[in-house]
């Protein structure tokens, strides 16, 4: 009897490790005006991809259980790399952004999957192939984040820092931000000198979560000898991160910026810093 009584609470046990996630709705949109003609497939049948990415990683509808708990809502947003002329030889290339949002949870939980395949001849036909080809791939692997992403969630802080998988390392890594652990702060600020803006910007987020002013120096060199865009968006998240270095250096930027854009920006970051630091002003929830 006491073996068997072992041996149920390990069924048991794994039952919950296995439990599989369900989603209550799932929105999709091709983000290009000609993602649809590219691919020969409405908005609709590219949903009916993803929700069939989604069953092959154990997602489960709310429609399907009796009592759903907590269901998630799914947006997703897809987009098809620009196609150039003057590169023939160039794959085609797919992104799948999702977040995944439920009630009681205010943080949006995001990823992104991609997906690459060759093209194999200039044919209207054969381009169509890759880049379905390619959406299929970034569909998947969209899918097969978000069911380690939610796997996730009930790890212990310890659990998720001694994760290897290096994909799971990155969403661990968001996670400890989120969470507060400083154990997130020097990856997140080697994660910084990428030469990937992608994994810039990630970076950022996690930074502007673990609320961390040790970070500051960190984000204004980043900011060198980058674009327009991307300095507007650190100067934001300045603004968001606050202390006096971040003042200082909005306060230079403001003044003295060539730009006239940078320098409205700086000062509207600067503006709401020193309201929130004043009691004015609830600290936001930035994400650049």
């Known amino acids: ?54 069953k092959a990683e154990r997602f489960v509808a709310a429609a399907e259980v009796k009592e759903p708990k ?22 085609s290339k797919a992104s799948v952004g999702l977040v995944l949002s439920r009630r009681g949870d205010d943080t949006d939980r995001e990823i992104v999957g991609k997906g690459t395949a060759t093209v194999k001849g200039q044919s209207l036909d054969e381009r169509r192939d890759a880049a379905r080809a390619a959406l ?16 996730l969630l009930t790890k ?3 659990e998720l820092v001694a994760l290897k998988d290096e994909r799971a390392k990155e969403l661990a890594l968001s996670l400890l931000a989120e969470r507060g652990n400083p154990a997130a702060l020097e990856p ?11 994994q810039m910007r990630r970076a950022i987020g996690g930074l502007l979560s673990l609320k961390d002013l040790r970070a500051v120096p960190a984000l ?21 991160l606050g202390g006096d270095e971040a003042e200082a250096y909005l306060q230079i930027i403001a003044d003295g910026h060539d730009l006239p854009l940078m320098r409205a920006s700086a000062q509207a970051a600067l503006d709401e810093l020193k ?4 009691g004015g002003l609830n600290r936001r929830k930035a994400t650049p």
Request: charged share 30%.
């Open 220 to 240: 204004i060199e980043a900011s060198r000898a980058r674009d327009d865009t991307f300095q507007r968006e650190i100067v934001f998240a300045l603004g968001a």
């Open 136 to 151: 299929e791939l970034a569909l998947k692997d969209a899918a097969s984040g978000a069911a380690l992403l939610i796997s």
């Open 188 to 198: 997140l600020l080697e994660k910084l000198k990428s030469d990937d803006l992608d």
């Open 70 to 91: 907590n269901p998630w809502r799914i947006e997703a947003a897809v987009g098809l790399a620009e196609v150039r002329a003057n590169d023939p030889d160039a794959p």
């Open 156 to 158: 212990t802080d310890a």
């Open 1 to 54: 009897m006491r073996v068997l009584l072992v041996v149920c609470a390990g069924l048991a046990a794994a039952c919950t490790r296995g439990e599989k996630p369900v989603y209550e709705r799932v929105n999709l949109e091709l983000a290009g005006n000609d993602d649809a003609s590219i691919l020969g497939w409405a908005e609709s049948d590219v949903k009916a991809q993803l929700e069939a990415a989604l």
């Open 275 to 278: 309201a929130r630091k004043a």
